[in-house]
C-alpha cells in the first residue's frame, strides 16, 4: 500500500476516466502510440539496447512504453497510482504475450522497497502531473543502480508551449482531451536539470520533441521550447 502523498486525486481521476482507451491508436492516447517508436529508439540509444535491462517505468498508464521496452527485451516494472490504467496495462500485456511487473504504488514509495535495483529508469510526460516533481526525481535517483541512465521528458513552461501543448494539441488538433495539461504545471529545463543535479545524478544529454501535423510524426532534435527530454546517470 502506498503512503507517500505525492500524488493529485483530480490527476489520477481524470486518467481514470479514459483508461479504457489506453490502446485505442486513434483515441486519446493517439499521440503516445505515434511517438513512442521515436522515444524508444532514444531510450534503447542512450543504453546501448534494451535486451536484459532491468528497467522501471514510472507514471506507466495504461503501458505503452512499457510494453515495448519488454518487447525489446528487457525486464521491465510499470509503476503508477492510476488504478484503472493499472488493470488495462495487466490485461493488455496477458494478450500480447508480455510479462510486465505492474505494481500500483508513488515513485517515491517504491524506492522504499526496491532501492538501487534499475539499470534504466524511465519517467515520461508524469512531472508536470505530480504536486512535487522534485521528489519523483529524488525516487527516480534512488530506483537507480550505480552507473544507471535515466531518461525524463516534460512540457517548457513557455509561451510557445502554452500555444503548442495547450491550445493547438487540446483545442485546435485536439490531439488530447481539454484540459489534459495546466500551464502551472510545466517545467523549464532549468528547473528540471537543478532537480537531476539536486538528486545526485548527472546531466548526460537534452533533446526536443517535435511534432509534424502534417505527417502526424514525431521527431527529436535541438530546441527545448515545447517537448522535451533530459537524459542523465546515477554516478557508478
Known amino acids: ?31 503516445l502510440h505515434l511517438l513512442n517508436p521515436t522515444r524508444l529508439s532514444y531510450i534503447s540509444d542512450q543504453l546501448g539496447g534494451l535486451f536484459g535491462r532491468k528497467a522501471i517505468d514510472v507514471g506507466c498508464g495504461g503501458g505503452i512504453l512499457a510494453e515495448s521496452m519488454a518487447r525489446a527485451g528487457a525486464e521491465v516494472t510499470g509503476i503508477d497510482m492510476a488504478t484503472d490504467g493499472l488493470n488495462v496495462a495487466r490485461l493488455h500485456a496477458l494478450e500480447s504475450g508480455l510479462t510486465v511487473n505492474y505494481q500500483q504504488s508513488t515513485a517515491e514509495d517504491f524506492a ?101 501535423p502534417l505527417h502526424n510524426s514525431f521527431k527529436m532534435g535541438p530546441g527545448l521550447d515545447v517537448n522535451y527530454f533530459v537524459v542523465a546517470r546515477k554516478p557508478a
Not at 535515466?150 to 491550445?167: C, D, G, Q, R
Open 112 to 212: 522504499k522497497l526496491s532501492p538501487g535495483s534499475f539499470e534504466l529508469v524511465t519517467c515520461m510526460e508524469m512531472l508536470e502531473h505530480v504536486p512535487d516533481p522534485a521528489s519523483v526525481i529524488q525516487a527516480c535517483a534512488d530506483l537507480a543502480a550505480p552507473g544507471a541512465t535515466l531518461v525524463f521528458s516534460t512540457i517548457n513552461k513557455t509561451p510557445k508551449a502554452y500555444l503548442f501543448a495547450i491550445l493547438g494539441a487540446e483545442y485546435l488538433l485536439r490531439l488530447v482531451p481539454k484540459g489534459t495539461h495546466q500551464y502551472a504545471k510545466f517545467i523549464r529545463p532549468s528547473v528540471l536539470m537543478r532537480h537531476i543535479e539536486n538528486a545526485g545524478l548527472s546531466l548526460v544529454d537534452a533533446t526536443g520533441l517535435h511534432f509534424n
Open 1 to 31: 500500500m502506498t503512503t507517500h502523498n505525492n500524488v493529485d486525486p483530480a490527476e489520477i481521476a481524470k486518467f481514470n476516466d479514459i483508461a479504457a482507451r489506453w490502446w485505442d491508436p486513434e483515441g486519446e492516447f493517439k499521440p
